[in-house]
């Protein structure tokens, strides 16, 4: 698709016009347009935050900041009335919501502000999203239509994908998503690696897999957040992101159905592959809205590299 576009006018390409050009279907094209126009409304607010602790605790316990609610808010009810939602789970919210009369065709999953701890830093945070047709239960790569994360940075960015490739966005100061990458591709081999969790806490198997990694002189690239974390593998073309098991927490930190999924998704649309050690993130069965798994993500060569350390503790 992207010889279509001459680089003279590749700069205004909207997203609903890459949209129509990619073949995304009607309403598809209509709910990520909805999703995208709702990040220019969750970045308002981020920018007018107080930053005060809202004083609640989503399901995992965890302070939700009033931006953390306030996003959740807007999004929820942008997607009340976009007329292809039926149901809308969110990290945020205590169980899954039914936001449409039951005959729509999409859920949508919501991670609605990631990294809102490191607001008060100023560094980027993101909003991640899944869009499902269907039920959301069973395996990502039978449900999932698209996925995209907004990245709230020094610039706005938005990925997504509808199944036809990964493509990058920018806002610009007209408020229009004009296309800035198509078809991001992910190199065999990169060379940044991106850390979660703490070393006394990782299994040895990891730590050999890390102690690779950096014999081999890859560069250390990890701010805490998941989305500027992620975009800087994909955007680098290249490179791993992890978030493990640790030894007294088997199943890692991250959430399957709200970031691991979408991001796999992406990533997978790149060319690259994630796992949780033993098989794709897009292959794990959703079992449960709050489920959690270990996650390595980004180049093909990297995220084989990991198994194969893994592998070496489970045989
Ligand atoms: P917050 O949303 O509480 O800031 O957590 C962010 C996050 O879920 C994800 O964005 C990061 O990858 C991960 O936590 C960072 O975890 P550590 O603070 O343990 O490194």
Not at 41 to 58: P, Q, T
Request: with cysteine.
């Amino acid at each position: 698709m992207g010889e279509g576009i001459s680089d003279y006018t590749k700069f205004c390409v909207d997203l609903r016009r890459h949209m129509w050009m990619a073949g995304v279907e009607t309403e598809l094209r209509r709910l990520i347009w909805q999703i995208a126009v709702t990040g220019k409304y969750i970045s308002a607010k981020i920018h007018e935050s107080n930053r005060k602790l809202a004083g609640f605790k989503n399901i995992f316990g965890e302070e939700q900041l009033a931006l953390d609610k306030s996003s959740d808010a807007i999004l929820k009810n942008q997607l009340q009335f976009s007329g292809f939602v039926r149901e809308y789970a969110s990290e945020e919210q205590d169980q899954i919501v039914q936001i449409g009369t039951g005959a729509e065709k999409y859920f949508v999953t919501a991670d609605p502000l990631d990294g809102s701890s490191l607001v008060d830093t100023n560094l980027a945070i993101g909003t991640i999203i899944g869009i499902h047709n269907g039920a959301m239960y069973g395996k990502g790569r039978d449900t999932m239509v698209a996925a995209l994360y907004i990245t709230y940075g020094p610039l706005i960015t938005m990925v997504y994908s509808a199944g036809k490739g990964t493509h990058e966005f920018v806002l610009n100061r007209e408020g229009e998503y004009v296309l800035s990458q198509e078809n991001i591709r992910l190199k065999e081999k990169g060379d940044i690696y991106s850390l979660g969790g703490l070393r006394k806490d990782w299994t040895p198997e990891h730590l050999r897999f890390v102690e690779y990694l950096e014999d081999e002189g890859y560069k250390l690239r990890y701010s805490g957040g998941f989305v500027p974390d992620i975009n800087q593998v994909l955007i680098k073309n290249g490179g791993i992101f992890t978030y493990p098991a640790l030894k007294k927490s088997p199943h890692g930190k991250l959430r399957l159905l709200f970031e691991l999924l979408p991001m796999a998704f992406l990533m997978e649309q790149a060319g690259g592959e994630a796992t949780d050690g033993k098989q794709a993130i897009l292959d794990i069965s959703v079992e449960d809205i709050g489920q959690r798994c270990p996650i390595y993500i980004g180049s093909r060569f990297e995220v084989g590299k990991a198994r194969e350390f893994l592998e070496e503790v489970q045989t």
